[in-house]
């Protein structure tokens, strides 16, 4: 159980598109999801906590106009990479958990490789 | 506040021979402690978590690891590599109450020669 898909795991772009990145939670409903990003051989950083029905809350430092988050439904939340650049390269992890179950560890998606160019 | 220290960013071992992968934390509150394992260009496998219960605690793939809290220590091993745990090894924090957010180690890469 708690199975976390993510899609697509990789996309390439060019430089001024958008990119819409999904997460979705298979057999649970999830109220909280997480969006990460992580550079080249690099730990994760969290870039928002994604809530359903309301915005997002974003870390100190990630812009919310360039990374809009939506979370309409308790099993999806999707990361629009907006106008992106060359410097938005990389990947990206979103996770989520039961609720209930946060002692029990995140479930995170297999990633998207975005490559800007 | 929280926060975790991989004390390694890179951990060379035999096949065949022990690994340890050392992780301290500081924590506020009693927290929950897991390593994740990360493969090349892949997301993040659960491990092994700790959430106050036994401090010995035993993940997949045979590994474990032992919570002390005198030491704030959690340091991950396993009695004998293979070649397929070669990966990236992330140590986690989290308070032990409520939707938190996760606090990731800077990693340790395990490479394993034959």
């Known amino acids: 159980g708690a199975v976390v898909s993510q899609h697509p795991s990789w996309v390439i772009c060019k430089s001024g598109t958008s990119v819409k990145i999904e997460c979705r939670s298979l057999?649970?409903?999830?109220?909280?999801m997480f969006w990460y990003r992580q550079f080249p051989k690099q730990s994760l950083m969290l870039m928002a906590t994604?809530?359903?029905?309301?915005?997002?809350?974003?870390e100190q430092g990630v812009e919310k106009d360039k990374f809009l988050i939506n979370h309409a439904s308790l099993t999806l939340s999707t990361l629009t990479v907006t106008s992106a650049h060359p410097e938005d390269s990389s990947f990206y992890i979103c996770?989520?958990?039961?609720?209930?179950?946060?002692?029990?560890?995140?479930?995170f998606g297999s990633g998207t490789r975005l490559t800007v160019v | 506040a929280q926060s975790v220290t991989q004390l390694d960013s890179h951990v060379s071992v035999s096949e065949g021979t022990p690994v340890l992968l050392r992780c301290n934390y500081s924590?506020?509150?009693?927290?929950?402690l897991f390593w994740y394992v990360q493969h090349p260009n892949k997301g993040l496998q659960l491990l092994l978590k700790y959430t106050s219960a036994a401090t010995l605690v035993k993940g997949i793939n045979g590994f474990e690891a032992e919570f002390k809290k005198s030491e704030t220590s959690f340091h991950l091993t396993k009695p004998s590599a293979h070649m397929s745990d070669a990966a990236e090894y992330f140590c986690?924090?989290?308070?032990?109450?409520?939707?938190?957010?996760?606090?990731f180690g800077t990693g340790t890469r395990l490479l394993v020669s034959p």
């Open positions: 924590s506020s509150y009693s927290p929950s």
């Open positions: 994604s809530n359903e029905g309301s915005k997002a809350t974003y």
């Open positions: 986690v924090v989290s308070p032990n109450t409520g939707f938190q957010k996760l606090v």
């Open positions: 996770s989520a958990t039961p609720p209930g179950r946060i002692n029990y560890g995140y479930t």
């Open positions: 057999d649970f409903q999830a109220t909280t």
